[in-house]
């Protein structure tokens, strides 16, 4: 046998850059969460009652701005 170690690869600290993409992204994609569940709940309330969301929860989360969770 041989006594080589098997390194594991090592951890990257992530950057600013990289950083601030996710940010981004996760602010875009709560922009479009947000957008989509306005469209349906004015199209068709009915699947917004499907999923188990009253009209006063979806106006709550349609209002907040795009950098709260």
């Known amino acids: 046998m041989n006594d080589t170690q ?3 690869p090592a951890r990257h600290r992530p950057t600013w ?3 601030l993409r996710s940010l981004i992204a996760t602010w875009r ?3 479009r ?3 989509e569940l306005e469209q349906r ?3 068709s309330p009915r699947l917004i ?3 188990g969301l009253t ?3 979806v106006e709550a989360e ?3 701005p795009f950098w709260w969770r």
Do not use: G, N, P, V
């Open 6 to 8: 098997i390194l594991a």
């Open 17 to 19: 850059q990289t950083t």
């Open 29 to 31: 994609w709560r922009t």
């Open 33 to 35: 969460f947000r957008w």
């Open 41 to 43: 709940s004015r199209d």
């Open 49 to 51: 009652d499907d999923i």
């Open 55 to 57: 009209k006063r929860q």
């Open 62 to 64: 349609i209002a907040k």
